[in-house]
T-cell receptor, first 112, second 121 residues
Framework: QQQVKQSPQSLIVQKGGISIINCAYE??????FPWYQQFPGKGPALLIA?????SEKKEGRFTISFNKSAKQFSLHIMDSQPGDSATYFC???????????FGTGTRLQVTL | DAGVIQSPRHEVTEMGQEVTLRCKPI?????LFWYRQTMMRGLELLIY????????DSGMPEDRFSAKMPNASFSTLKIQPSEPRDSAVYFC???????FGTGLLGGYGYTFGSGTRLTVV
């Protein structure tokens, strides 16, 4: 059972544009929502995370928007750069367990 | 901090052979996870340990897969016998449980290793 649905599967954005990746979850017990960034040949690396007590979190060019009632959250990459080209995974976990459930990933390509 | 260390980086083996993947978590991390990544299925959690004890192995695909964590600094994932459909990248990750709200993330941040690319021919 897929508990975190991620879209789109792939995304092409021009340099300087905004990249938006969306995720939806089903389990209302989830209370921690991180995003991971993975470059080819590397393991995923933690990028930014949010808890449901806030609706938005920003770190540099990366912003998570969270809609608890809709059970959706999204990653926005402002002023996208070619170096942002990677695969992005959303994930979720609940306070009662330390394991993360990952989305299926979005391959982002930022073109010049 | 050397991060999570996995070995080997690449493994090519013949169908039917035993394969052992190794992982050294970050010192002080009390949770360890084994994931498998394929194009078709994405990141799948195979098994995870808390304080060296297996907590959830429901993701282990079948009895051919086994995992151990004999101490806090070492874990293995074994496939015996291996099959071509086991070909994937296997990741180990470790994490700790920080106090809520401390640090930038205040959550169960995983640190992944660089993975083992397994090819079974």
């Amino acid at each position: 059972q897929q508990q975190v649905k991620q879209s789109p599967q792939s995304l092409i954005v021009q340099k300087g544009g905004i990249s938006i990746i969306n995720c939806a979850y089903e389990n209302t017990a989830f209370d921690y929502f991180p995003w991971y960034q993975q470059f080819p040949g590397k393991g995923p690396a933690l990028l930014i995370a949010i808890r449901p007590d806030v609706s938005e979190k920003k770190e540099g060019r990366f912003t998570i928007s969270f809609n608890k009632s809709a059970k959706q959250f999204s990653l926005h990459i402002m002023d996208s750069q070619p170096g942002d080209s990677a695969t992005y995974f959303c994930a979720a976990s609940s306070g009662t367990a330390s394991k993360l459930t990952f989305g299926t990933g979005t391959r982002l390509q930022v073109t010049l | 901090d050397a991060g999570v260390i996995q070995s080997p980086r690449h493994e090519v083996t013949e169908m039917g052979q035993e394969v052992t993947l190794r992982c050294k978590p970050i010192s002080g991390h009390n949770s360890l996870f084994w994931y498998r990544q394929t194009m078709m299925r994405g990141l799948e959690l195979l098994i995870y340990f808390n304080n060296n004890v297996p907590i959830d192995d429901s993701g282990m695909p079948e009895d051919r897969f086994s995992a151990k964590m004999p101490n806090a600094s070492f874990s293995t994932l074994k496939i015996q016998p291996s099959e071509p459909r086991d070909s994937a990248v296997y990741f180990c990750a470790s994490s700790h449980k920080p106090h809520f709200g401390t640090g930038l993330l205040g959550g169960y941040g995983y640190t992944f290793g660089s993975g083992t690319r397994l090819t079974v021919v």
